[in-house]
Structures are given as C-alpha cells and as structure tokens.
C-alpha cells in the first residue's frame, strides 16, 4: 500500500525526510479528485494532495525519470507489497519499510 493512500499511524511527517514524491504521483492524485463523485471524498482527496504538497519534496519526471521508472517497475511487476520481497532491488533503490 502506498504511504500516500495508506500512511503510516505516525503521519506522512514522520517520514518526510525518507520519502519523495514524484510529480506523476501529484499528477494521480489530482486525478483521483476529479474521479471522486461524493463531493466529501472529493474533498478528501483534495486535503490528502495538499498535505503530500505540504510535506514532501516533489521531483520532477523527466526523461531520465522515465528510464528508472520503466527499469523498476519491469523490476517489481511480479513481486508483492512485502518489502522483503524487493530485497533484489537493493542496489537499484533505497527500500523503507514504513510498517
């Protein structure tokens, strides 16, 4: 589950310093307002933007983004959620487990 859907019970603060968020993140995320039809999960989501905004560093998406990107996600399509599962990805990523 992504920290962004799913943050950990501490808050996305707890691990702002761990973690960016890439400006196709913020791209689905501002999708995902328009796609809400309840005006209150709408809303929602608008509050879950700002603060991922607020608390993360956003990278940008350029083409050189676009090479790791097609790299690891090739990488992961068969693994699972569990972060042992990416232990092959070490010398690719830095992996945080935020269970």
Do not use: C, K, W
């Not at 972060?83 to 990523?93: A, K, M, S, Y």
């Amino acid at each position: 589950m992504s920290v962004v859907i799913a943050p950990p019970a501490s808050g996305l603060s707890s691990i702002a310093d761990l973690v960016t968020a890439s400006a196709i993140t913020m791209a689905e995320l501002e999708y995902g307002i328009g796609a809400a039809t309840d005006p209150a999960e709408r809303q929602r989501r608008r509050r879950r933007l700002q603060l991922v905004a607020d608390t993360f560093d956003v990278i940008p998406f350029d083409i050189a983004v676009a090479q790791s990107y097609g790299l690891l996600t090739n990488l992961v399509r068969t693994a699972t959620r569990n972060p042992t599962d990416f232990r092959h990805l070490q010398n690719v990523l830095y992996i945080v487990d935020v269970n």
